[in-house]
């Protein structure tokens, strides 16, 4: 039976209106088109039976045209690839790697060049500026969020991960005294296997063969750098008074980074940045704090400190107080085994500085390094590794307030 008028007014209405839209552009897309009946004058499963009368005339003659195929240009694929989410993880990671690399240098001149080696000194301010910075964004806080609810709920954790960050730092700059550089680079990568399965057990990560595939590659681009740099004598003394000891420092070291990436990622993740740093540098100023005291105290006290040792200590200062802040952001974005993997390439970087400030020899072997590891790193993150999600518990009040390679190792994030 044919609608009732009042219908079919209605319907005429709304087509009226559709054709004189029609008027003032080339073509009415198709599938809406279809919704009035101008696709298919026979019928149309909103409005019913069309006829040609109930067609507006101007729509007799619109054609539909097709989106352009044309081919996108080098300039529009190099802005894509820009664009994408991978590229930014992996350019982050570098930038961390660098910074990385800024600590190391800036350690090595002091020690080449003025005889200073304090690296639980430089570590511990550090710390202090981690809590100056972050315990005061904190403090703003309020609810759950504030820092006496944080030292509450979760302060002993972060006591046991900041001890965690401290002593690695301490144990793999040790290492350097009895073990060489090559055995400390290689045994380094001991954190990535036990990041991976630390992030296995405790974020429930996923991976596949792709994922393993990306570690071999960076792994192996490491292989090629410690063959350049064996056999370009960079590392220098090879005859180590105590290798087996050093080794086991190193080894330690390792697993302290990766526990400490990994609480971190999920600090991150469940939580927030501003609330881990905060832990973190309170945490790691009392314990470094104390070892300092013992370890160096005399020996800082004593030391020459002119204007270049000053402007070296306070570029590493900055270079790891960096480092902490936009680590974070990377683990956000990605894994701890991501930022491992990354910092694999700090190496390259400290003999682009080395080759200008310590007379490094070069070779291309460190090119070809540099290349697997950042295609492994690519290749890692076009399929990141599944993360059960964690979502932070909801505070009790809404309000807050927003926000080395060679000589000396790098004390701060895994190096």
Same mark, same amino acid.
């Given at each position: ?243 087996? #000891?050093?080794?086991?420092?190193? %080894? $330690?070291?390792? =697993? @302290?980074?990766?526990? +400490?990436?990994?609480?971190?990622? *999920? /600090? ?51 270079? #790891?107080?960096?480092?902490?802040? %936009? $680590?974070?952001? =990377? @683990?956000?974005?990605? +894994?701890?085994?991501?930022?491992? *993997? /990354? ?73």
């Amino acid at each position: 039976p044919p609608p009732p008028p009042r219908v079919r007014a209605d319907r005429r209405q709304r087509r009226s209106v559709l054709c004189t839209q029609s008027t003032s552009s080339d073509h009415i897309p198709s599938p809406l088109m279809a919704y009035v009946g101008v696709a298919d004058h026979d019928t149309s499963p909103l409005l019913g039976a069309v006829g040609d009368s109930d067609v507006c005339p101007s729509s007799a003659a619109v054609t539909p045209t097709l989106a352009s195929t044309t081919p996108p240009t080098i300039t529009g694929r190099l802005l894509d690839i820009v664009r994408s989410s991978v590229f930014r993880v992996v350019l982050f990671g570098q930038l961390v790697s660098l910074l990385t690399c800024g600590t190391g240098v800036t350690s090595q001149l002091l020690y080449s060049d003025y005889n200073i080696a304090v690296p639980t000194f430089q570590s511990f301010l550090n710390y202090a500026l981690l809590a100056v910075v972050y315990v005061t964004l904190l403090c703003k806080r309020s609810g759950t969020q504030h820092l006496i609810e944080v030292i509450r709920n979760r302060g002993l954790i972060y006591l046991f991960v900041s001890a965690c960050d401290v002593e690695a730092n301490f144990t793999v700059v040790k290492a350097f005294q009895y073990t060489t550089v090559t055995s400390i680079q290689l045994l380094d990568c001991f954190s990535i296997p036990c990041v991976m399965l630390l992030s296995w057990r405790v974020l429930a990560a996923k991976y596949t063969g792709v994922h393993l595939l990306a570690v071999f590659i960076c792994l192996g681009g490491l292989g090629v750098l410690v063959w350049a740099d064996a056999h370009t004598s960079r590392n220098g003394h090879e005859d180590a008074p105590d290798k087996l #000891l050093g080794d086991v420092l190193c %080894l $330690v070291g390792a =697993l @302290l980074y990766a526990i +400490s990436n990994v609480a971190q990622e *999920l /600090s991150v993740k469940k939580f927030d940045t501003v609330e881990f740093l905060a832990m973190l540098g309170m945490g790691g100023t009392l314990i470094n704090g104390v070892q300092f005291a013992v370890l160096e105290g005399h020996k800082v006290a004593s030391t020459d400190w002119g204007s270049r040792p000053l402007a070296l200590l306070f570029g590493y200062t900055a270079c #790891l107080f960096a480092l902490y802040s %936009l $680590v974070p952001f =990377l @683990l956000q974005r990605s +894994s701890a085994t991501m930022l491992n *993997l /990354s910092l694999l390439t700090s190496d390259v970087y400290s003999l682009l500085f080395g080759l200008f400030l310590f007379h490094y020899k070069f070779s291309g072997l460190y090119f070809v390094g540099f290349a697997m590891v950042l295609i492994g790193l690519v290749v890692y993150n076009r399929g990141a590794p599944e993360v059960a999600s964690r979502q932070p518990a909801p505070p009790e009040q809404t309000s807050t307030v927003a926000i080395n390679s060679g000589g000396l190792a790098a004390p701060g994030i895994h190096q």
